[in-house]
């Protein structure tokens, strides 16, 4: 004979931490971090802990439980990126941290909305999650933060350096790596590094050019502006540059992209115009996305966490949701470390005949 949903619910209701606790192998405390979404637990422990709560239908007390309220608690997460590489990075780190914690995700793109329609989406928004992620260039918006933050929604941005008391923001320090990177070049023999930058809109790439000036005059190499070209983080802004760049008549010896998919572009024009990579031509870019991987040879590159950036992002501002209301507010400038990965894209500059 079957049984009833209603003795089934018995039977889940009847499961307790413990059992989920020695089915997991782990402790009843560790369990409860796990299912209240506290960030200190090892991932093979919280792992082992969900399968053990999904296989054994666990339902804790929602009157007693802090996963209720996680639950119930809704942030969304808005872009307009149109590096797809980077996206991927940052939904994979935002759905990370939301099934942790247990909270419930909500992902918008506002690709196709102009800026009055945005400010409108943003209106709208405010009055239904509890908190909003903002990735650039959307956080560099002062209109859109402005509305989330005057209907007292906590905003995290990710990946901006524009600091204020309001907003909260997760970033890697941009002038140190791009400074380390020209210098990776510069200690290879380098002195004609060619450097593309990112979008205008954005203050990592203010960042970003300012690494790759100060790395040359602390090596005592003038700065050339026909070495520079404007990009926009995509793919086809590095393609022009990189054509500007390569028809020069002292071209580069080494082009710096200030993010991955456009250093991409970079090689596409290099073996184009039958130029080898690194042989002829050294390139490196910015972030560490897939697209770093893609290329023949792979870049050498600056690792972002951005995965990593948008999971914190979901702890901190879980952290200012559930604060106690007499509380001071938790704005949080949180710089996460970045990391020169090296691989095959650059070798030492061809001698001048």
């Not at 119930?72 to 990075?89: D, G, K, M, Q, V």
């Not at 509890?130 to 650039?136: D, E, K, Q, T």
């Not at 990177?181 to 590094?193: D, E, F, K, N, Q």
């Amino acid at each position: 004979m079957k049984n009833s949903p209603k003795a089934l619910r018995r039977k889940a209701s009847a499961i307790t931490i413990d059992e989920v606790a020695a089915h997991a192998g782990v402790s009843a405390m560790t369990v409860s971090r796990v299912i209240n979404g506290h960030a200190g637990v090892r991932e093979a422990n919280r792992e082992r802990v969900m399968r053990s709560v999904l296989e054994l239908d666990y339902r804790p007390n929602l009157a007693a439980s802090a996963l209720a309220a996680a639950q119930h608690t809704c942030i969304a997460l808005i872009y307009t990126n149109p590096s797809s590489s980077y996206l991927r990075e940052l939904l994979v780190g935002a759905l990370r941290g939301s099934t942790r914690s247990a909270a419930q995700l909500v992902i918008a793109t506002w690709d196709e909305l102009g800026a009055q329609a945005r400010r409108e989406a943003a209106r709208q928004l405010a009055g239904t999650v509890a908190g909003v992620i903002l990735p650039p260039p959307l956080c560099e918006s002062k209109d859109i933060v402005d509305v989330f933050v005057d209907a007292g929604t906590p905003v995290v941005s990710i990946a901006s350096s524009h600091f204020s008391d309001r907003v909260s923001c997760v970033r890697i320090d941009d002038r140190q790596a791009s400074h380390e990177m020209v210098s990776h070049l510069i200690a290879h023999g380098h002195t004609r590094i060619g450097y593309i930058t990112g979008d205008p809109n954005q203050t990592a790439s203010a960042h970003r050019w300012q690494g790759y000036r100060d790395a040359l005059a602390d090596a005592g190499i003038g700065y050339d502006d026909t070495l520079v070209q404007p990009g926009y983080f995509t793919y086809r802004s590095g393609l022009e540059a990189a054509e500007r760049l390569l028809t020069l008549p002292q071209p580069p010896s080494a082009v710096f992209a200030s993010n991955d998919d456009m250093a991409s572009a970079v090689v596409s024009v290099a073996h184009r115009r039958g130029l080898e990579v690194p042989g002829d031509l050294s390139v490196v870019g910015f972030d560490d996305t897939s697209a770093s991987t893609m290329v023949w040879p792979e870049l050498t590159t600056i690792h972002q966490p951005v995965a990593d950036m948008a999971d914190t992002a979901i702890d901190i501002l879980l952290r200012e949701i559930r604060r106690p209301a007499a509380s001071a507010r938790g704005i949080v400038n949180h710089v996460l470390p970045h990391q020169l990965v090296t691989r095959a894209s650059v070798s030492r500059p061809l001698p001048d005949l």
